[in-house]
């Protein structure tokens, strides 16, 4: 099956500086990438994410990259602020069954 | 749009005794719905998918028998935890999928088991 890898495992930015993240995967057949945003006892909110037939895409401050031959993938967040403090976690489908494997997740604090 | 309820959002119960958890599609049709297990300070990891109207798919490890599954419509999935015992304390969290890749998560329900 699909094994995600998610580097680092925690995180720690000043206020204003970039977030960086990052993921591997290992089945060349997935094809769908979401980036998640838990906050502690809540449900995954899902802030970005990107397909295969894409290679970068960015939504305000988020920005995510994919390196299909690499099978990599990274989530990128500029101009941090206190309330990007959360875990995010990388996830990996295949559109034959739509699982997502999910990384072991990335503990972000943000310093004011 | 697309909001995935959960219920109930945390239950207390006995080791021994069965909890059955709800999962509905409020403004969407369900073709798929997932059912994950998250223990504190770790990732998401998939149970088992179900689609309506058929048995559900159980991932490896995960015993069909103890973690009952059920879809019976295009909005609703219950997973009930038979014979519970206190290392099956975790947060049980739901997704549902219209169709396409995306999934949109329920709440979770936190167990926890005496």
């Known amino acids: 099956g699909e094994n995600v890898e998610q580097h680092p495992s925690t995180l720690s930015v000043q206020e204003g500086d970039s977030a960086v993240i990052k993921c591997t995967y290992s089945d060349s057949a997935s094809n769908y990438f979401p980036w998640y945003k838990q906050e502690l006892g809540k449900r995954p909110q899902l802030i970005i994410d990107i397909r295969s037939n894409v290679g970068e895409k960015k939504d305000q401050r988020i920005a995510v990259t994919l390196n299909k031959t690499a099978k990599h993938f990274s989530l990128h967040i500029t101009e941090t602020q206190p309330e990007d403090s959360a875990v995010y976690f990388c996830a990996a489908s295949r559109s034959n069954d739509y699982k997502l494997s999910f990384g072991a997740g990335t503990t972000v604090t943000v310093r004011a | 749009g697309a909001v995935v309820s959960q219920h109930p959002s945390w239950v207390i119960c006995k080791s021994g005794t069965s909890v059955k958890i709800e999962c509905r599609s409020l403004?969407?049709?369900?073709?798929?719905m997932f059912w994950y297990r998250q223990f504190p300070k770790q990732s998401l990891m998939l149970m088992a998918t179900s689609n309506e109207g058929s048995k559900a798919t159980y991932e490896q490890g995960v015993e069909k028998d103890k973690f009952l599954i059920n879809h019976a419509s295009l909005t609703l999935s219950t997973l009930t935890v038979t014979s519970a015992h206190p290392e099956d304390s975790s947060f049980y969290i739901c997704?549902?999928?219209?169709?396409?890749?995306?999934?949109?998560f329920g709440p979770g329900t936190r167990l926890t088991v005496t």
């Open positions: 997704s549902a999928s219209p169709g396409a890749e995306e999934q949109y």
């Open positions: 403004d969407f049709q369900a073709t798929t």
